[in-house]
């Protein structure tokens, strides 16, 4: 194909299933966003989760054995809401 020569219907015909695969995945990514935007709504995705998950008092076992946390067999690990303005530490932001 040189110029502004189309396919012929042989050329389509060989198109394999991988390569309408790909096709396929070509054209559902361009209707992604940005990915800027898309990093931006995950992050706001998690946030909302954290505080909805901590509002709602979620917590799961702790599955380290109790001599690595210092503390008592069978403890809860407590979701902290990232809605709140402290920092991991547990200093305050300033």
């Known amino acids: ?47 909302v989760a954290s505080g909805l998950a901590a509002f709602f008092g979620l917590s799961a076992a702790d599955p380290r054995p109790a001599e690595m946390t210092g503390g008592e067999p069978g403890a809860l690990i407590t979701v902290n809401s990232l809605m709140i303005r402290t920092s991991t530490f547990g200093h305050r932001a300033k």
Request: glycine share 8%.
């Open 1 to 47: 194909m040189s110029g502004g020569q189309t396919p012929s219907n042989a050329e389509t015909q060989k198109r394999g299933w991988f390569t309408r695969f790909l096709d396929a995945v070509e054209y559902l990514g361009n209707l992604l966003p940005h990915p800027v935007s898309l990093f931006a709504l995950f992050c706001v995705f998690v946030i």
